[in-house]
């Protein structure tokens, strides 16, 4: 592999996918001189328009084999649902040596519809970095986001490790700190730090709209912090989501059944007034709390600078 391992540097970067993670990846790659040049995929016309207004790709294309021809680098930043249909287009352009890597939040499935579709000598690097905001769209996004972030490698064993080291140089310049992990493994732990809650966000959320003995004026009037922070989740991209959830459905299942089970341990504590229940869970989970803040975990990142 000719890309410089450590400080890898792109001459044609496709871009399949141009909103918040794929437009702040792009600025990345520009504020770094990782590249050469950017041709930006995506499915309306809209967004290929806002793309190259903003500077964000230097071409655009509604087509993945297009985008994929000449490309050294190939990155799919799209809704996990549609990986297999981008791959099965693109995959026969790419060229050996080119590297294909993601940014979708389930692993598992990530690695099940893009393998299939790489040529010999093509690698894929599974990646996800663990960033973003409720915002969408190539305005969305800003080179800070990844800063401090965690980036999450889930290679295969038959990954090429060269492609490893420069996807994850790649992360490292972004200002994210890279961590390598089992997809499987992967899957899981974002269950339970990610998707169920944004599954529990958008179930509170829904309910609340759906209250007949509460008017949507006073939902909104009268929303305390939980539940702005709540909406706030809730206001993500819902196809995206949409996919999340049936992608890493096992995963999500399982955490939803634990869930559950604590939950009635809770309705239970509440109804016989077991006050030591409630109090033990508070304290363990304010000490949670407390870890992620400690740990420079606990925004989303700088505000986004003006444009």
């Known amino acids: 592999m000719s890309i410089d391992t450590k400080r890898p540097h792109f001459e044609r970067v496709a871009l399949v996918g141009v909103g918040l993670i794929g437009s702040s990846l792009a600025r990345v790659m520009r504020r770094e001189g990782m590249v050469g040049s950017i041709i930006g995929c995506a499915r309306t016309e809209a967004t ?38 981008i791959m099965a287009a693109a995959g026969p352009m790419l060229a050996a040596g080119a590297i294909v890597t993601d940014v979708g939040s389930a692993k598992v499935c990530t690695i099940r519809d893009v393998t299939p579709f790489l040529p010999e000598g093509v690698a894929f690097v599974p990646a996800h970095p ?16 990844f ?25 490292k310049r972004a200002g994210s700190k890279v961590e390598r992990m089992e997809a499987k493994h992967h899957d899981l732990v974002l269950a339970v730090t990610s998707h169920l809650p944004h599954l529990i966000a958008y179930n509170i959320v829904g309910t609340a709209a759906d209250l007949e003995a509460v008017t949507e004026s006073e939902v909104i009037k009268y929303s305390a912090g939980g539940f702005r922070d709540f909406t706030r989740i809730a206001a993500s991209d819902p196809v995206m989501w949409r996919d999340i959830f049936l992608a890493n459905r096992e995963a999500v299942l399982e955490m939803l059944s634990r869930f559950n089970e604590d939950l009635a341990r809770l309705q239970r504590a509440i109804r ?9 869970l508070f304290t363990r989970t304010r000490q949670i709390r407390r870890g992620i803040v400690d740990s ?4 989303n990142g700088p505000p986004k600078p003006p444009r």
């Open 147 to 171: 800063q401090d972030r965690w980036c999450i490698l889930t290679p295969t064993p038959e990954t090429d490790a060269a492609a490893v080291d420069v996807v994850a140089a790649l992360w």
């Open 272 to 280: 016989w007034g077991d006050g030591e229940t409630l109090r033990d």
């Open 296 to 299: 420079g975990q606990a925004s």
């Open 48 to 85: 290929r328009a806002k793309a190259l207004e903003l500077g964000i790709v230097d071409e655009v294309t509604d087509d993945p084999a297009q985008a994929a021809t000449g490309a050294d680098l190939f990155i799919l930043c799209t809704p996990l649902g549609t990986y297999g249909d």
């Open 130 to 145: 663990v960033a973003g905001t409720e915002h969408s769209g190539p305005e969305a996004g800003f080179a800070e986001l």
